[in-house]
C-alpha cells in the first residue's frame, strides 16, 4: 500500500489518500485542543497512545459485532481504515454526570444515571456543535431516521461492551464522544477514534481522572494519565 497526498487535516489527525480508493491511512498528532480549538496545546506521545489504543478498541468491538472503520494498524501513529464519509453528528453516550451535562443541567459530577444517555450535537466548529435531536437531525439532513437509529443502537451496543472492559482495568467509563462514517454503499461503520481525547476515564479506585479533562482543566498530569491509560489496556488490571 501506498501512502499519497494528505487529504485533510483536522484538529487531531492528518488523512492521507493511499493507492486503493475505499482505503485512507489516519496519522495521529500530539496537538492538542479544547473549547473549539482556543485552548491549544502538546500533550506528549498522545498520538501513539490514541492509534494504539482506539485501534485496540475498535477490534473489540469488530469482535462484539460492531461493525468499524478499522482495516490495521501501520505504525505507531498511523493506521489505514476504511474511507468513510463522516455523519455531523458527535454522539455523546453518557453514564454518570460530568462535564457539559452537569453544567446545562445544575447536576453534580459523579450522579450516576440508571439508563445511559445519548444525545447528539451538530458537528460543525463555527457553531460550537450545538447540541440537536434527532427531529433537529432530520430536517438539517444530516441523517435519516433509519440511520439515526442504527447509529444510537451501536453507541449503546458500545457503551455496553466498552464500560465492562474498562472495569476490568478498574477504570470507570463516565461518558463518551462517538463518531460515524458511511462506507461508499452506504453501511454505517464507527469511525473517527476512541481514546483519552474522546472518553472520561475515572480510576475505579481513587476517582483519579485519567483522560483529556486534565488538559482542558488544567489539572496537571497530562502525559502521565494517557500513559497510565495505556499500560491499563496493554496489561490488563494491575
Ligand atoms: P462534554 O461533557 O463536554 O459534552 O463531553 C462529553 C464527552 O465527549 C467527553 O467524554 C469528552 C468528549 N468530547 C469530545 O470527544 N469532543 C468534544 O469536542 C467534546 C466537547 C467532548
Redesign the pocket.
Given at each position: 500500500m501506498e501512502k499519497r497526498e494528505q487529504l485533510y487535516e483536522g484538529k487531531a489527525k492528518r488523512v492521507y489518500a493511499t493507492d486503493e480508493p475505499d482505503l485512507v491511512i489516519v496519522s495521529y498528532k500530539d496537538d492538542a485542543t479544547?473549547?473549539?480549538g482556543t485552548k491549544k496545546g502538546t500533550i506528549v506521545g498522545k498520538g501513539a497512545v490514541n492509534n494504539r489504543m482506539s485501534n485496540l478498541l475498535m477490534r473489540l468491538l469488530e469482535k462484539e459485532g460492531v461493525p468499524t472503520h478499522f482495516v490495521r494498524e501501520l505504525s505507531e501513529r498511523e493506521t489505514v481504515v476504511k474511507k468513510v464519509s463522516i455523519v455531523p453528528l458527535?454522539v455523546?453516550v453518557?453514564n454518570v454526570a460530568?462535564?457539559?451535562?452537569?453544567?446545562r443541567y445544575g447536576v453534580e459530577e459523579g450522579v450516576v444515571f440508571a439508563e445511559p444517555t445519548v444525545?447528539f450535537?451538530y458537528k460543525n466548529d463555527d457553531l460550537h456543535?450545538p447540541l440537536l435531536n434527532d427531529s433537529h437531525a432530520l430536517a438539517l439532513g444530516l441523517a435519516t431516521k433509519e440511520e439515526i437509529a442504527a447509529i444510537k443502537a451501536m453507541a449503546l451496543r458500545v457503551n455496553e461492551v466498552l464500560k465492562a472492559y474498562f472495569l476490568t482495568l478498574k477504570v470507570r467509563l463516565?461518558?463518551?464522544?462517538l463518531e460515524f462514517g458511511r462506507l461508499a454503499d452506504g453501511t454505517i461503520v464507527l469511525a473517527d477514534e476512541i481514546s483519552p481525547?474522546?472518553?472520561?476515564f475515572w480510576d475505579a479506585t481513587t476517582g483519579e481522572k485519567l483522560?483529556?479533562?486534565r488538559f482542558?482543566r488544567d489539572l496537571g498530569g497530562v502525559e502521565d494519565a494517557y500513559n497510565e491509560m495505556m499500560q491499563r489496556v496493554l496489561g490488563g488490571a494491575r
Open positions: 479544547a473549547f473549539d458527535e455523546i453518557r460530568a462535564g457539559s451535562f452537569s453544567k444525545e450535537s456543535d463516565i461518558d463518551f464522544k481525547d474522546t472518553c472520561r483522560d483529556k479533562d482542558r
